[in-house]
């Protein structure tokens, strides 16, 4: 044991190692990750192919004869003519799909080595991953500790120090969330204040804080010292307003490449899913800026998932309450004469096989079914019932969280407006997906570089370091007494001044989690939780009341 004991001690990036450990777990083991990871470059490539096809392999002239013949149409010569801007495109596609082959090489080597942690340390077998709770493997991870020290600093390890490590970068940013640091809501034309924060503006955030070259932390676990200074807080600031200027430079030369990958990405996704389920687009989905705002400190995804799908029900039936009267008799009638026109063009193709290869037919019954099931989603169910303060106490049992304007107040138009912000149709995510690589670069000009001497501020005032897990977001320490907020708990528990305190009780709720996710099993926690958030909102809502 003692030569296997060798191989695991004191591993240089813990937080890569706990990380894979826990992705290795939630994921199924090697062989799942492994396939997937495999398809994943065959479905990019295969994408890359697909549209260099038919941008120069089809004589679409061909294809507009009265008898076409589509082996007639294709002519593989044309590749040896691809030439400007799919030029381009083909081979900035290369270079992309040659780097995610050497990541894949890599994430392979590394995930052979936790399959043999898996098997020599922890003593599971690859069959039994999907039989076991996380907390299981988290318990044997801590017992190891005592036979192969993972971490040379500590004798021994907690579940906060995992959690710390695993969930370093998204502390910080779920505490930025928290407490308005970093931009997530923005002023559009005719749209006027709305949440924007897409998966392109996020991935820029956190190379500007966590992985640029430029960025604050030297490597995930250490921020560098000069940001601890507060004497250099003007200039680091300067020095970081200016590397975000670079960055949306180099986002503004990018766009067009990422915004035409994006749209025939979801075109090849999601066409076939339209066309097949005309509603997908009218179903709901939590929004990113949600997923931040709603999260726990340290909370895992598999726990954070959890948590959201049991609100999905009462907040979709939320949202559903509210519609308008008068859109309500036009989409009736609207589905009215859209489903007779659709049936009858249904049943003659079926009579006559033959009207399905007609002139406009197969378009116009797709179109008439979107149109028949948008009508639908828009016609409330006749057993509803308006009871939105109801359900919005049964979303939040979940979430955990809503702003402080919320409160008694869920049948008002602000408050669904803004809940319609974070759990939002999957038709507007797509939207919001697409246009991101065109409004990226100036979101980050005109605003995100303004914001540099508050991100330096940020870290300086709330890094920690921590006895063998290194510098953290001082909020995922869930201290109360720091960062405890009076509405929240009694007179004299927490001492921290306005500007330390985390806003909607989320040092209060992420520590009370934390405790329940370690100590019970996922009944139990979820009843432990409801309880004392309802008994901490009615507390709070109290203190409100005297004050006024």
Same mark, same amino acid.
């Given at each position: ?79 040896? =003519? ?43 077998? $690859? ?8 907390? $299981? ?96 807080? $003007? ?35 999601? &066409? ?18 949600? =997923? ?26 939320y949202l559903n309450l509210f519609t308008s009267p008068m859109l309500v008799i036009i989409a009736k009638n609207i589905g009215f004469f859209a489903g007779a026109i659709l049936l009858v063009l249904v049943t003659l193709t079926l009579i006559n096989e033959e009207l399905l290869f007609a002139d406009n037919i197969p378009l116009a019954i797709t179109v008439l079914g979107i149109t028949v099931s948008v009508c639908r989603a828009l016609i409330p169910d006749v057993n509803q019932v308006f009871c939105p303060e109801a359900l919005m106490k ?36 797509? &939207? ?13 000009y005109f605003n995100v570089r303004h914001r540099a001497l508050d991100f330096v501020d940020f870290l300086r005032n709330y890094t920690v370091n921590v006895v063998g897990v290194g510098d953290v977001c001082s909020f995922s320490q869930m201290d109360i007494k720091r960062h405890g907020n009076p509405d929240w708990m009694s007179f004299g528990m927490t001492t921290g001044a306005q500007v330390e305190q985390a806003e909607h009780g989320k040092t209060e709720l992420s520590s009370l989690t934390s405790v329940s996710e370690t100590r019970t ?25 005297? =004050?006024?």
């Amino acid at each position: 044991m003692s030569h296997d004991s060798n191989k695991w001690n004191q591993i240089l990036n813990l937080d890569d190692f706990f990380t894979r450990i826990y992705n290795y777990h939630q994921n199924n083991g090697f062989w799942c990750m492994f396939i997937n990871d495999m398809l994943q470059l065959v479905q990019f490539a295969f994408v890359v192919f697909f549209v260099v096809f038919l941008s120069c392999c089809i004589d679409y002239d061909k294809l507009g004869l009265s008898d076409p013949s589509i082996s007639d149409a294709i002519d593989w010569s044309g590749l040896s =003519r691809i030439h400007g801007f799919v030029a381009l495109l083909a081979i900035i596609a290369i270079f992309y799909w040659s780097w995610k082959c050497f990541k894949f090489i890599w994430n392979t080597t590394k995930y052979s080595e936790i399959k043999l942690f898996y098997k020599d340390v922890l003593k599971i077998n $690859e069959d039994d991953i999907s039989n076991l709770d996380w907390l $299981e493997v988290q318990s044997k991870l801590i017992e190891s500790q005592k036979e192969v020290q993972l971490c040379l600093h500590k004798e021994n390890l907690t579940e906060l120090d995992i959690s710390n490590r695993i969930m370093r970068t998204v502390n910080y940013k779920v505490a930025m969330i928290n407490k308005n640091v970093l931009p997530y809501s923005f002023q559009f034309p005719l749209l006027g204040q709305r949440v924007f924060l897409s998966k392109v503006l996020m991935a820029n955030l956190e190379f500007i804080i966590f992985t640029g070259p430029w960025a604050p932390f030297k490597n995930s676990w250490k921020l560098d010292e000069r940001y601890k200074k507060r004497e250099l807080r $003007e200039v680091l600031a300067e020095r970081l307003s200016k590397y975000i200027t670079y960055l949306a430079f180099f986002n503004f030369l990018l766009m067009p490449f990422i915004f035409i990958w994006q749209f025939i990405f979801h075109l090849v996704h999601y &066409a076939e899913i339209v066309k097949r389920e005309p509603g997908f687009l009218g179903v709901r989905m939590w929004s990113l800026y949600s =997923r931040h705002f709603l999260r726990h400190y340290n909370e895992l995804n598999h726990e954070f998932d959890a948590r959201l799908k049991r609100a999905y029900i009462p907040a979709n039936k939320y949202l559903n309450l509210f519609t308008s009267p008068m859109l309500v008799i036009i989409a009736k009638n609207i589905g009215f004469f859209a489903g007779a026109i659709l049936l009858v063009l249904v049943t003659l193709t079926l009579i006559n096989e033959e009207l399905l290869f007609a002139d406009n037919i197969p378009l116009a019954i797709t179109v008439l079914g979107i149109t028949v099931s948008v009508c639908r989603a828009l016609i409330p169910d006749v057993n509803q019932v308006f009871c939105p303060e109801a359900l919005m106490k049964e979303v939040l049992q979940h979430t955990h969280y809503q702003p402080d304007s919320w409160h008694n107040a869920a049948h008002l138009p602000h408050v669904r407006q803004q809940f319609s912000q974070m759990f939002f149709f999957k038709g507007v995510y797509l &939207a919001e997906e697409l246009i991101s690589p065109l409004l990226t670069p100036f979101i980050l000009y005109f605003n995100v570089r303004h914001r540099a001497l508050d991100f330096v501020d940020f870290l300086r005032n709330y890094t920690v370091n921590v006895v063998g897990v290194g510098d953290v977001c001082s909020f995922s320490q869930m201290d109360i007494k720091r960062h405890g907020n009076p509405d929240w708990m009694s007179f004299g528990m927490t001492t921290g001044a306005q500007v330390e305190q985390a806003e909607h009780g989320k040092t209060e709720l992420s520590s009370l989690t934390s405790v329940s996710e370690t100590r019970t099993g996922n009944l139990m926690r979820m009843k432990l939780c409801t309880s004392v958030l309802l008994e901490l909102w009615q507390n709070k809502t109290v203190k409100e009341r005297h =004050r006024t």
